[in-house]
């Protein structure tokens, strides 16, 4: 299967935009490894959207409630 072609990645500021917090904070987050899916292309950070989703998902105050 061609998986990879789904793995769509996402600049830090447009994380930052989504998360509501400064660029600033986002590159601090990836280098800590607190920012699930990041990773460097070419020297720039770049983080899956999938695992963005899934962060954000769960930062939620009942995104770890299972139904």
Do not use: C
Not at 4 to 22: G, H
Not at 34 to 55: D, E, N
């Amino acid at each position: 299967s061609m998986e990879r072609d789904e793995e769509v990645l996402l600049k830090p500021e447009e994380v930052a935009s989504l998360l509501r917090v400064s660029i600033f904070t986002i590159k601090r987050m990836l280098r800590a490894g607190t920012l699930p899916g990041g990773k460097k292309v070419r020297g720039q950070w770049r983080i899956l959207k999938s695992a963005l989703t899934a962060y954000m998902h769960n930062e939620e105050p009942n995104g770890k409630s299972q139904e």
